[in-house]
């Protein structure tokens, strides 16, 4: 990395979610229902949601990853979370995206997916 690209000492890898917005906490229970289909747990409490990104007009963008680059619904995962935001009454559009950066890690996960998985 070249010293202009390198992110500003303090600046966040993953940028803060709309967690203001009144529709947030239904996005949120909406990604809940989203389970990668290898492990019991949502993708919610995987920490695969990185950022819920919503718009006064209630545009919402969710940026997330997926636990490897391999993983098999990796073409899909993103599909089944817009299907489940999507419906959502007062949500105008959903846009998802796909990212590797940072990397998901296992410190990611919840308490709860962690004592779901049997980490704690």
Known sequence: ???S???L?????IAPSTTDHP????VTDACRTVYDPEIPVNI???GLIYTIEISEENDVRI???LTAPGCPVAGDMPGWVADAVEPL???RKVDVDLTWEPPWGMDMMSDEARLELGFL
């Open 63 to 65: 940026l997330m990853t």
């Open 9 to 13: 000492e303090g600046t966040p890898l």
């Open 5 to 7: 690209t390198q992110p």
């Open 89 to 91: 009454p007062g949500v």
């Open 23 to 26: 529709l947030y906490e239904a």
């Open 1 to 3: 990395m070249t010293e």
């Open 44 to 46: 919610y409490e995987l």
